[in-house]
C-alpha cells in the first residue's frame, strides 16, 4: 500500500507558466483534497472531490482547477502561476468525512519566481 | 469559517503537560486532531464525535463540549516526540473539514 502519493515533490515556475499536481491514492477512498499551506496560514482547501468526476470549491480555489477522472486520482492545476501561489501543497483523501481521517501525501513544494 | 487553536505556540520541558484549545463559532458534529513535524504531512490523532467524549493515545487525551464548541487536546509528561504543530479541523456536517491555524509546540530536554 503506497497510501496518498504526489508528483513532483518540489517544482520551481516562471510566473505565467502552467504546471499540473498529481495526486493518487490506492484506498478506493470517495474523498479527495487539496490544500496549501503557507506559514502562520495552517491548511487551507482549495477545491475537493466527493466522488469520480465530482469536484468542488473550497476556500482559497481562485487561479486552481482540478480534475477527478479516476476514483484514485485528482489533478490540482496552475493555469498562469503567479508568485501568490508559492506555497505547500498537500493532497489528501478519506472515507465521508463524519468520522473518517484524512491521509496526506508528502506534500509539494511549489516556487514561483 | 477557521476554528480558533490557543496558544499560537508553547514551549515546554520534558515531563510537564500542555493544553492546546480549539473553539468554533458553528455547530460542529466532529473535531479531528492532527500533528504535523516540520517538513512532513500532517498526522491524525484522533476524532471526537459529538456526545462530549473524552479520547485518548497514549499520553495525549482529548475532550469535545458540542455546546460550547470547544475541543482541548490534553499532552501530558510530554516527550522530545511531542514536538511539532497541532492542528484541530472542525466538521459542522454541510462542508468540508476546515483546520485551525495551528498550535506550535516545542518540547526541549
Known amino acids: 500500500n503506497a497510501g496518498v502519493t504526489q508528483t513532483p515533490k518540489f517544482r520551481v515556475l516562471k510566473t505565467g507558466q502552467s504546471m499540473t499536481l498529481l495526486c493518487a491514492q490506492d484506498?478506493?477512498?470517495?474523498?479527495m483534497y487539496w490544500y496549501r499551506q503557507d506559514p502562520g496560514m495552517g491548511l487551507r482547501l482549495i477545491h475537493y472531490?466527493?466522488?469520480?468526476?465530482?469536484?468542488a470549491k473550497g476556500e482559497v480555489p481562485d487561479g486552481y482547477n482540478v480534475s477527478r477522472l479516476k476514483k484514485q486520482n485528482f489533478l490540482l492545476g496552475l493555469e498562469s502561476a503567479a508568485p501568490s501561489q508559492t506555497s505547500v501543497y498537500f493532497c489528501?483523501?478519506?472515507?465521508?468525512?463524519?468520522?473518517?481521517?484524512?491521509?496526506f501525501g508528502p506534500g509539494t513544494r511549489l516556487t514561483v519566481t | 469559517q477557521q476554528p480558533v487553536q490557543s496558544p499560537q505556540a508553547v514551549i515546554l520541558r520534558e515531563g510537564e503537560d500542555a493544553v492546546i484549545n480549539c473553539s468554533s463559532s458553528?455547530?460542529?458534529?466532529?473535531v479531528h486532531w492532527y500533528r504535523q513535524k516540520h517538513g512532513e504531512a500532517p498526522v491524525f490523532l484522533m476524532i471526537l464525535l459529538k456526545g462530549g467524549e473524552q479520547k485518548g493515545h497514549d499520553k495525549i487525551s482529548a475532550s469535545f463540549n458540542e455546546k460550547k464548541q470547544q475541543s482541548s487536546l490534553y499532552l501530558t509528561a510530554s516527550q522530545l516526540s511531542y514536538s511539532g504543530t497541532y492542528f484541530c479541523?472542525?466538521?459542522?456536517?454541510?462542508?468540508?473539514?476546515?483546520f485551525g491555524k495551528g498550535t506550535r509546540l516545542s518540547v526541549i530536554a
Open positions: 479541523g472542525s466538521f459542522s456536517g454541510n462542508t468540508p473539514l476546515v
Open positions: 489528501a483523501s478519506s472515507y465521508p468525512p463524519t468520522s473518517s481521517e484524512q491521509y
Open positions: 458553528k455547530a460542529l458534529y466532529s
Open positions: 472531490s466527493v466522488g469520480e468526476g465530482t469536484t
Open positions: 484506498m478506493n477512498h470517495e474523498y
